[in-house]
């Protein structure tokens, strides 16, 4: 079964007079497990995709199915609850909390959303960190690590909660050439390690190159491959 199913999905943003048509008539199907990307220019539609499977955002029309739950009728509640048992997000911006080490860093999803005893915490913690190899890093604060680093902690918040789908987008816009490799890299890695499925965006050809599927968007159009 598709982990991911987008049926007819058209987006359309109102701002006074002026209509923007984010996505048009997008239909699609992300199959469990996957590493996955969406491409395309700025303004093509990857932002307003990612946030509709994220459930952060709903369609003007059309359907979207994330983990067998019609994400697109769920009410604010419904989708914040949503959000926090079955989504990861990594941000462009890492987004890591400056007062607190990765060690917080990393506990914070627990403490928010799965309400974990602290022993309990603490092992999760450790080894999500232990996969993204930030172990050593544990008691650092977000600015005394690199840009690679800090993405690095995002990954491990990510995943802490196990959930069955992380979504990125853009990751690696901030980071350095290799560091932005690195980091796709070491996505693929959790998703062969905890069959995680990833789905992120870029635009940058380097790093496309790293994903099993793209997904094309050009002005809100789903160009490659095409609409099944
Ligand atoms: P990308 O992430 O590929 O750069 P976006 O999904 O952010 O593209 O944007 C797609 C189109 O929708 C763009 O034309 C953008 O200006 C427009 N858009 C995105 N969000 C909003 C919004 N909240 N209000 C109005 N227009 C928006
Ligand atoms: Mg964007």
Redesign the pocket.
Same mark, same amino acid.
């Given at each position: 079964m598709a982990l991911v199913k987008i049926k007819n999905v058209s987006k359309t943003?109102l701002?006074g007079e002026v209509q !923007?048509k984010?996505l048009q008539n997008v239909s699609l199907s992300i199959e469990d497990a996957s590493f996955v990307s969406f491409v &395309?220019? =700025? &303004? =093509? &539609?990857?932002? !307003?995709?990612l946030n509709l499977i994220g459930c952060l955002d709903k369609p003007t029309t059309g359907d979207v199915f994330v983990a067998g739950e019609q994400v697109n009728i769920l009410n604010r509640k419904q989708s914040a609850a949503f959000r926090g048992s079955v989504l990861g997000f990594i941000f462009q911006a890492f987004n890591l909390f400056s007062v607190l080490t990765t060690f917080e860093n990393v506990e914070y999803p627990l403490v928010m959303i799965k309400n974990e005893s602290i022993s309990k915490r603490k092992e999760m913690v450790l080894k999500a960190l232990e996969s993204v190899g930030m172990l050593d890093q544990k008691n650092k604060f977000p600015d005394q690590l690199s840009g690679g680093q800090k993405q690095r902690v995002a990954v491990a918040r990510a995943l802490v909660t196990q959930p069955k789908l992380v979504l990125a987008?853009e990751p690696t816009a901030n980071l350095d050439k290799k560091s932005a490799v690195n980091v796709i890299r070491l996505m693929r890695n959790m998703r062969d390690k905890f069959n995680t499925t990833f789905i992120f =965006?870029t635009h940058d050809p380097g790093i496309m190159e790293e994903a099993e599927v793209l997904y094309t968007?050009e002005d &809100?159009r789903l160009v490659c491959p095409a609409n099944k």
């Open positions: 943003y701002m !923007t984010a &395309g220019p =700025s &303004g =093509s &539609g990857k932002t !307003t995709i987008d =965006s968007l &809100g």
